[in-house]
């Protein structure tokens, strides 16, 4: 930094003269590779790739770069020229917009320009003005796909401004790799990756960072787009983490040598660099990155599973030749790409290149992979510091569904019928009585909430039975705007509520609520097949037109009088349920000894219905109740990144960032470390672990009993870090 200091007011280009003096001119092959629609290999790419850098403005001129997808295929292609995507929060692209798309594993990146056609809630749809491939030196040069080297120190400013917020220095000294955007004055964008060993971006003081410029393909269009306007932002990225670095400011190119010599290399600097004097600099999780797991093996594509990219560029190259003047022939081309083993020998002379221009430019160990691809992160020891990636993945068990019938049932309650995506749809096997974990796309951002199956198991839909709540935000988008076709994931079953595997010959069921939808998958399911069972339900709704299920309940027991009986609860006629009406119809039903009573409802009425079996009583394991959580926020959220310690019976497991906002069980599936989880929203308990140190904010209500949470408990899936914490994931 004191270096940095001495170096003055760097030199600054301002000419198009001076950035081709010192860059050159790129070849006429490199522009000719530009093609203006997605041709069937940019569309495979498309439907492969997890995860894209997206370089956007809004209206009033503000530039932001981020990281959207999370799930292969995420950008929706409706037409050679035409693409949707879904961004999260509240942004607004307008105008010009610039991608590249990563293929994890994979040097080559795809990238997209266009321009904003039209923006629907989340939904935002480009039109495509230019695709092309882009080369593997930023990917070569960070080592992206392979293991995480220790980071440097953070920089030690001691001066305000944006780059000494919480986790900024930090970040930046792990950061090989960056998504830069920039923009020209007549309406065109770009986002170019940027790679370097160590930290890409070095903080000079408080507000300003300095990025070098090595050499690469002579295109620069980030350099021609600064002399135009010089309004730039960029995402960062750190192999490990799952949160990304986000800046915005203005940006210069300079060529100072004692400035490009502080960058050197093996004694070899950069040819230019950018100066960047940062006007807002922030660390947040994101869930692209999170979702799509990049930084486990399983994640990275294996050969084959897409078009390699330089044989693909090469197909684009062909094309633009066919309508270019002074290129190569196009029908040489195309003959030479149709040769049988030209593409493997394409990318054995490719990688070859690549490592020779990486080591002229200072770059040891460069290791291009094989195919394009590199290795992915290996097993670590859990004694690596940083970003510690290890163990085995978890296994990820969403399951995508559709939308295949939206039922109502009552003015706030509807019945969601849900089936497999896809030509085969398998069954939905689970318990009568257990939850399902529905996700969604809200806004942009992914939702989670659990709700009872309420059809019998077995059957290749599943129905589930969602009552609208105030202020709810999954229920309200299931009331407002789920539609037949949508599509959702589920996760499940989960939850111990549920009918026994031998079941009993009676059964008592007292619901209040949408609490009747475990019920009902219970009733349907026994009544479904014959039997001399007994099955007796109390029913407390708050008025005749919203008892769900009303019309199927009164005509099942009518269809089996000896073995269903209902009886019907309205607060508004008849007063709210309570110990002595409970009390009353239980002892009116005499039931038998060897009965199970199951309830669901609020918390209230559970009590009451405890306090009464227990006064008549009856075994504590007979009683079965299910208590729904809300997903209430929680009332602190963490402002900086923190390091998460897993254990497992005392000994380490790994270590991991926990990015601001994202939860200990987020952070640790995205590290691929082996949490133990089901429902994801706090009412299972599965993902219970025993904090050993550190502190957590919380989701409340939960299921944690008093007991579990006084011996140190927290549940991973709604805890937020406030500090360095250690967990230890032993099955309690």
């Known amino acids: 930094m004191r270096q940095a200091n001495r170096l003055g007011a760097p030199r600054r280009l301002t000419t198009e003269a001076e950035v081709e003096t010192t860059v050159g001119r790129p070849a006429s092959a490199i522009m000719l590779k530009q093609i203006s629609a997605l041709d069937e290999g940019c569309r495979t790419v498309l439907a492969r790739c997890p995860i894209a850098a997206v370089g956007y403005r809004h209206a009033d001129g503000t530039s932001r770069t981020t990281f959207i997808g999370g799930t292969p295929g995420f950008a929706r292609v409706h037409s050679s020229t035409r693409i949707s995507f879904t961004l999260p929060g509240p942004d607004a692209p307008h105008g010009p917009v610039s991608f590249f798309f990563l293929l994890p594993g994979v040097g080559e990146v795809l990238r997209v320009n266009g321009s904003v056609a039209a923006r629907k809630g989340a939904e935002t749809t480009v039109d495509i003005q230019e695709a092309y491939v882009h080369c593997a030196q930023a990917v070569l040069r960070s080592r992206l796909w392979q293991p995480p080297v220790p980071s440097e120190p953070a ?64 295109r620069a269009d980030t350099l021609h787009n600064l002399l135009r306007d010089d309004r730039l932002s960029f995402a960062a990225l750190v192999p490990g983490r799952t949160g990304v670095l986000h800046v915005r400011g203005r940006g210069a190119i300079t060529d100072d040598p004692a400035l490009l010599e502080t960058m050197a290399l093996r004694g070899i600097p950069p040819h230019l660099a950018l100066l960047i004097d940062v006007e807002h600099a922030e660390v947040a999780g994101n869930d692209a990155v999170a979702r799509s797991r990049l930084w486990t093996p399983a994640a990275h594509l294996g050969r084959g599973t897409v078009p390699d990219l330089i044989a693909l560029g090469g197909e684009h190259l062909a094309a633009g030749s066919a309508d270019a003047e002074g290129g190569p022939p196009a029908f040489l081309l195309k003959a030479v790409g149709a040769v049988p083993g030209m593409t493997r020998l394409m990318r054995l002379v490719i990688n070859r290149l690549y490592r020779s221009g990486l080591r002229n430019e200072g770059y040891e160990d460069v290791e291009p992979g094989t195919g394009g691809r590199h290795r992915g992160f290996p097993r670590r020891r859990p004694a690596d510091a940083g970003q510690a990636v290890t163990g085995g993945r978890a296994e990820d068990p969403l399951r995508e569904v559709r939308v295949a019938e939206v039922r109502r049932e009552t003015p706030s309650a509807v019945t969601l019928v849900l089936e497999d995506v896809g030509e085969n749809p398998g069954p939905f096997d689970f318990r009568p009585g257990q ?23 077995g059957s290749s839909q599943l129905e589930v039975t969602v009552k609208r709540v105030d202020g709810g935000r999954f229920s309200t988008h299931v009331h407002q705007s789920l539609r037949v076709g949508d599509r959702l994931a589920v996760r499940g079953p989960s939850g111990s509520f549920h009918a026994e595997q031998r079941p009993p010959d009676e059964i008592v069921l007292v619901a209040a609520g949408s609490g009747v939808t475990p019920m009902m998958s219970m009733i349907r399911t026994r009544l479904a097949v014959p039997g001399r069972d007994r099955i ?99 009332g602190t959220v963490a402002t900086a990144p923190q390091e998460m310690v897993v254990e497992e019976d005392g000994r380490p497991v790994g270590t991991v960032v926990v990015e601001p906002g994202q939860t200990l069980l987020d952070a640790g599936l995205a590290a691929g470390l082996p949490m133990p989880y089901s429902c994801t929203v706090g009412n299972c308990g599965d993902c219970m672990v025993l904090l050993r140190g550190g502190e957590v904010t919380q989701n409340e209500p939960n299921c944690l009993t008093p007991r579990q949470k006084a011996d140190g408990h927290v549940l991973a899936c709604v805890s937020c870090p406030l500090s360095r914490v250690t967990l230890d994931i032993t099955d309690p």
Request: charged content about 25%; some cysteine.
């Open 155 to 218: 920089a030690g400013i001691t001066d305000d401004g944006p780059l000494t917020r919480p986790g900024v220095l930090e970040f930046l000294a792990a950061a090989p790799f960056l998504a830069l955007s920039t923009w020209d004055d007549s309406g065109g964008s770009d986002t170019s990756p940027r790679g370097d060993r160590q930290a890409v971006a070095r903080a000079l003081d408080g507000r300003t960072l300095v990025v070098p410029d090595r050499k690469g393909n002579k």
């Open 435 to 457: 939850f399902f974990t529905l996700v969604a796309d809200i806004e942009g951002r992914p939702a989670r909430r659990a709700y009872s199956a309420s059809s019998a198991p």
């Open 536 to 634: 007796a339900l109390l029913y407390s709704s708050r008025s005749s037109e919203e008892t769900i299920f009303a019309e199927e309940l009164n005509r099942l027991a009518k269809d089996h009088p000896g073995r269903l009986a209902v009886t019907h609860v309205l607060t508004h006629r008849d007063g709210r349920l309570d110990a002595d009406g409970i009390r009353r119809w239980i002892t009116g039903l005499s039931p038998a000894a060897g009965a199970h009573y199951y309830t669901c409802g609020p918390v209230p009425l559970m009590e009451a219905v405890q306090d009464v079996l227990t006064g008549r009583g009856v075994p504590e394991e007979l009683v079965h109740q299910e208590r729904y959580t809300s997903g209430a926020d929680t």
